[in-house]
């Protein structure tokens, strides 16, 4: 391209502003709420990421002859039944349920987004298939389809995802087709069809930015329920298989030991909970942020 | 008459009014000191473009200040009291019952849920005012004073069931219902056709002077609010422009920026023939779901580098016409001929150089432009798409396309929220532009304009189609926006082609009669237009009956 540049007279048109500034500067400008979320799930991100370097002994590492210890500078959460150190099983149940509830998470939102879009498009008889379907799954009660889904096939970490994420991209679907329906009738996704544009240009040039705000908000509530379903489920006994360390598990495991007044037990449901609150604080301040709704004063 | 109600008791005295607007956490001062006078029985017309600060006024004077504005200085003194010393109690007292509001989009304002009469009587039930039952009689007594068809069960109706014009003369009754001192008319009709206008601005007109109602009547239409006002004021930047009686204010203007706001009005193109047709629409019929016909045995031509009008009021098959010829809507019967050759019935038979010759132009740049989308990428789209331009090369010729439609290359990166409601029309016209176009198909597109703005656009077009050479399918409901632009004119009336024919023939008299009756209805710059029209109609039918 810059061989052309002397030749002509040809101005160079200039490049894209970038947006790591704009990104700054609503950074600053976020409440306090928000910015403990942001923190929270920054410390979460970090704990699964380092997990194996953080914690002091292995995840399945049997550290001591005495199942159940209490607290100590040894083991700072004691140990569990088997005699596994709480603290390192706590972090790498970070790395686990984190992971896997990410991975769930976006494949519910591939499949139920995209489907919605699709349905939203084309309208018709393959709209009415579509939702007819995901309404014939969403009678199902959630937790007893998955935990039936669960013992056919196996409770694999694969297994785990792919049901979970099936099961979700239903209500991600029908988020997804309501929000778009009020995209495609705008007359610049006709055009769009006038200029000659292939579905995928409509799809994801047209249609999807539109819809980004809200669906970047589903993705965080989603993000937590599936989270929750999938400790439950561990909680349960279907989920992720020992000896993987997760909290669900964990709470189960432990529960007896909430009877001798130790609260061992409630960390791992703890850090579900945090967890839970802060994707759920900054999702609030996205919403808000994105809906331009402004404070009365 | 009118001499007498500008000179009664004061009933409204705004003095030095500020007003600030909220826009990324900044204030800025949107009304700048504005003051107005407002006696019994007068009607005050508030008149200028949009963001002029007209809307925010006429709230201001109810003492309401929209969420995100907020009055930061001076006085307003309703009757002697000062709304804005006043508790929020108290002004809600004053709201409804002494002073009213009717908003522009009747069909948005009327909650879709309840019957008409229960929403007209609401205000003055709750008020106590009156009881259910007179409120009842009462509200169906405004509508035989509005005019409305069928008075004694027009309000059993749901709002769909109505028509726009009826909705916004149902407006005015709940409006009426508590006898107000004062009514706030923000653009009651914009809205509507210019054949329904005219009866809603009668029914308001009379009903105002029955009651002897104060009245504010904002507008962008001077010849609108020549019919409705006593004295007018132009406002501009929440500033005052000027402000006189209607009649001097009509004949001797003394801004510059007053004459500005009938800018169209004073433009007028001689009409060019042209023997090579570009485009022909041969005895087409289209429907709806196969049932609903919408058009019937249309037939148009359209010759190159010409502009030919097609006017109607809505539901006249206007836009159907431009969806049929674009292929989103298939005809039932007939065929549109490109150069020449039938073109595929279908959008999705037709090929990449066929959609790229026809480019259309929608009413509504808002929703026409992709909220997520750069001006940079608007534009360089179909270069890409058609002619396989890329990176530096698509982006010079987007420059080019900004240079042509008169806009500077500093928006390239600006998103569409970011633009005027000019710039977006205009950034519109360079998309369609880019195509390289043999006609483009212009969908009302500067019915959402202000005047100043569409004489711009409409001189834009005319530009470049001396450029390029381009044809126009104009359809339009404003007569004279025709008069500014077009070559031939089409008058379409329920699915059908009226008349059509060069631009003199068809708006020089004999009419058939609906071309009559649209372009009589067209308001004109003289404050006796609606009077003397009224009277010219009403012996008309006298005559018939005779």
Redesign the interface.
């Known amino acids: 391209?810059e061989q052309t540049a002397p030749s002509a007279p040809?101005?160079?048109?200039?490049a894209?502003?970038t947006v790591a500034q704009n990104i700054w500067r609503t950074l600053k400008?976020a409440p306090y709420s928000a910015w403990f979320g942001m923190i929270v799930i920054a410390l979460y991100i970090f704990v699964a990421l380092f997990a194996p370097w953080i914690a002091p002994y292995g995840e399945a590492e049997i550290v001591s002859q005495v199942p159940f210890d209490v607290w100590s500078w040894t083991h700072w959460l004691g140990t569990d039944q088997l005699g596994r150190d709480m603290f390192t099983r706590l972090l790498y149940g970070a790395r686990n349920t984190l992971g896997i509830a990410l991975a769930t998470t976006l494949l519910a939102f591939a499949i139920g987004g995209g489907l919605g879009i699709i349905a939203s498009i084309f309208r018709g008889w393959i709209d009415q298939l579509l939702s007819r379907a995901v309404d014939t799954l969403m009678a199902i009660p959630q937790l007893i389809f998955a935990l039936i889904l669960l013992s056919i096939f196996g409770s694999s970490v694969q297994n785990l995802i792919i049901i979970i994420a099936v099961l979700d991209s239903t209500r991600v679907f029908r988020l997804a087709r309501s929000v778009a329906m009020n995209v495609v009738v705008?007359?610049?996704v006709?055009?769009a069809?006038?200029?000659?544009?292939k579905l995928g240009w409509i799809l994801f040039?047209?249609v999807l930015?539109?819809i980004?705000p809200t669906m970047i908000a589903e993705f965080g509530l989603r993000f937590c329920f599936v989270f929750l379903t999938i400790s439950a489920l561990s909680f349960l006994g279907l989920g992720i298989q020992p000896p993987t360390a997760d909290w669900g598990s964990m709470v189960r495991e432990n529960a007896t030991l909430i009877t001798y007044n130790d609260i061992t037990p409630l960390i791992p449901a703890g850090a579900i909970a945090l967890l839970t609150v802060a994707v759920n604080f900054v999702v609030d301040w996205f919403l808000h942020k994105t809906s331009g709704l402004?404070d009365?004063? | 008459m009118k001499s007498e109600r500008t000179k009664g008791e004061v009933l409204l005295e705004i003095r030095d009014l500020k007003i600030e607007g909220?826009s990324d956490?900044v204030w800025h001062e949107i009304v700048k000191g504005v003051g107005l006078t407002l006696r019994r029985g007068e009607v005050l017309g508030l008149i200028g473009e949009s963001g002029a600060g007209k809307s925010t006024i006429g709230l201001a004077a109810m003492g309401f200040a929209r969420?995100?504005c907020?009055i930061t200085g001076g006085s307003i003194v309703f009757d002697g009291m000062d709304l804005r010393k006043a508790s929020e109690e108290e002004r809600r007292a004053l709201r409804g019952s002494r002073i009213a509001y009717v908003a522009q989009s009747a069909a948005a304002s009327f909650n879709p849920a309840h019957r008409i009469i229960d929403q007209t009587v609401e205000t003055a039930v709750g008020h106590d005012v009156r009881p259910r039952n007179e409120a009842e009689a009462d509200a169906k007594d405004l509508y035989t004073r509005l005019k409305l068809p069928n008075p004694a069960t027009i309000g059993n109706r749901y709002p769909h069931q109505v028509s726009g014009g009826q909705l916004q003369r149902a407006m005015t009754a709940m409006a009426m219902s508590c006898r107000p001192d004062l009514i706030i008319f923000d653009e009651p009709t914009t809205a509507l056709d210019v054949t329904t206008q005219v009866d809603v601005l009668a029914a308001m007109r009379d009903i105002v002077e029955q009651f002897n109602t104060a009245a504010i009547y904002i507008t962008h239409d001077l010849a609108v609010v020549a019919q409705m006002a006593h004295r007018i004021m132009v406002l501009r930047h929440g500033k005052l422009v000027e402000e006189a009686p209607t009649r001097e204010m009509l004949t001797q203007p003394k801004e510059a920026y007053t004459k500005t706001l009938w800018a169209v009005r004073s433009l007028a193109m001689p009409e060019r023939t042209a023997k090579d047709v570009v485009l022909r629409i041969h005895d087409v019929d289209a429907t709806y779901g196969g049932v609903i016909k919408v058009l019937e045995n249309v037939t148009v031509q359209v010759p190159r580098g010409r502009t030919v009008a097609v006017v109607g009021e809505s539901g006249s098959g206007k836009s159907t016409l431009a969806r049929v010829i674009?292929?989103?809507l298939p005809p039932k019967k007939g065929e549109v001929y490109f150069n020449g050759k039938p073109l595929p019935r279908a959008?999705k038979d037709?090929d990449?150089e066929t959609?790229r010759r026809v480019?259309?132009i929608?009413q509504?740049a808002d929703?026409?432009?992709?909220?997520?989308?750069?001006v940079?990428d608007v534009i360089g789209?179909?270069l890409e798409?058609?002619l396989g331009l890329k990176?530096?090369e698509r982006?010079?010729k987007?420059?080019e396309l900004l240079e042509q439609i008169e806009l500077s290359?500093d928006l390239?990166?600006r998103f569409p929220g970011e633009l005027s409601g000019g710039q977006k029309q205009r950034i519109c016209i360079a998309?369609a532009l880019a195509?390289d176009p043999e006609l483009i198909i212009c969908d009302e597109v500067t019915s959402a304009l202000d005047q100043i703005v569409q004489e711009g656009i409409l001189k834009l077009l005319l530009k470049l189609q001396k450029e390029t050479n381009v044809s126009y399918l104009f359809i339009t409901h404003d007569i004279a926006t025709v008069r500014a632009i077009a070559d031939e004119i089409v008058v379409m009336y329920q699915g059908r082609v009226v008349q059509q024919g060069l631009k003199t023939e068809v708006l020089s008299p004999p009419h058939p009669a609906y071309t009559e009756l649209l372009l009589s209805s067209v308001p004109q710059m003289d404050p006796d237009w609606l009077t003397h029209l009224l009277e010219k109609r009403a012996a008309a039918k006298a005559k018939v009956k005779a």
């Open positions: 391209m040809q101005r160079v048109v200039k894209r502003r400008k705008m007359d610049y006709e055009a069809k006038l200029r000659g544009e040039k047209e930015p539109n980004m402004r009365e004063k | 909220q956490d969420p995100g907020r674009t292929g989103l959008l037709r990449k959609l480019q259309m929608y509504s929703t026409a432009l992709n909220p997520r989308q750069r940079r789209r179909p798409f058609y990176g530096q982006d010079r987007v420059v290359e390239i990166d998309r195509a």
